[in-house]
């Protein structure tokens, strides 16, 4: 069976979010750890963080996904950008022992112009400032698709990364569908492809979760616009055989399409169904 949710508000708590994923058929979701721009963050209630991973043990839920706000950009060329990125992600690991052994997923950042080697230097330098070994969560990398100076454009930007990174087990990748297919891997004619080479380039025991997003932009465009399951330049056929890929199908997989609950809820059942008839 697949592990499949969608991105949803945690405004109500942690239980409230995990019996709304379980309404729509989802065994895993994804939420923001504050407002996506930034800014303080809610005190967890830790008797309503309990009661979630009560909740989630007896459901069979798969890992959760924390995504860090937008604004978080450790390669900025403004220190003061670098210093709240670090005080947020140091933050928000500290939070998320809440719901020990989950991940925590972040955009690597944007150079700004600095180069992209400068900018894996300094996501590096905050990486190694910041993990910890007693930590139960895994921090995972996403691949972008390129816009502007955005570091993590290819598989080879984010094993860089990891690769000077201290506390190595605690790093892994989460893989965007239509980022990868707009930074320009062809996972709709070459899946086997794109996989070997991530094999090859980080390591696929690296890769733990996945946002399952159809592409409004096209191929190879470096551009960042979701679309509906079915409804973009990736296309259903394509995504039904990307979550069924024996490397895949095992991975909490996110879905951060345009959608409504209803229209989640229909992704997800339309992709669980396929994946049984696989
Ligand atoms: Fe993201
Ligand atoms: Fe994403
Ligand atoms: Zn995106």
């Not at 303080?40 to 309990?50: E, H, M, P």
Request: glycine content about 8%; charged content about 20%; proline content about 4%.
């Amino acid at each position: 069976m697949l592990h499949i949710g969608c991105h949803l508000s945690i405004s109500k708590g942690f239980l409230h979010i995990g019996q709304e994923a379980f309404s729509i058929g989802a065994d895993t979701f994804q939420f923001f750890t504050r407002n996506p721009q930034g800014g303080k963050a809610k005190d967890i209630d830790a008797v309503d963080a309990a009661a979630y991973n009560a909740f989630a043990a007896q459901n069979g839920f798969a890992k959760i996904v924390a995504h860090a706000p937008y604004t978080l950009n450790p390669c900025s060329d403004n220190p003061q950008t670098r210093e709240f990125a670090e005080m947020v992600f140091a933050d928000d690991l500290k939070r998320m022992e809440f719901v020990p052994h989950n991940y925590y997923n972040f955009h690597p950042g944007s150079h700004v112009g600095q180069g992209a080697q400068k900018g894996i230097e300094m996501i590096i330098e905050l990486l190694n400032r910041i993990l910890q070994p007693q930590q139960t969560t895994t921090v995972l990398l996403e691949t972008m698709s390129g816009k502007g100076s955005e570091v993590g454009r290819s598989f080879e930007e984010l094993a860089a990364v990891i690769a000077g990174v201290k506390l190595k087990e605690k790093m892994g990748v989460c893989l965007d569908t239509c980022h990868v297919f707009a930074a320009g891997y062809d996972i709709v004619n070459n899946l086997d492809g794109v996989l070997t080479e991530f094999d090859k380039i980080i390591g696929l025991e690296r890769l733990k979760a996945i946002h399952l997003n159809d592409s409004l932009m096209p191929f190879a465009s470096n551009k960042d616009r979701h679309a509906k399951i079915g409804e973009g330049e990736i296309g259903q056929a394509a995504l039904v055989r990307f979550v069924c890929h024996p490397s895949i199908k095992n991975l909490p997989i996110i879905l951060e399409t345009p959608n409504d609950l209803k229209g989640y809820a229909a992704e997800i059942k339309m992709l669980r169904t396929a994946a049984k008839d696989a």
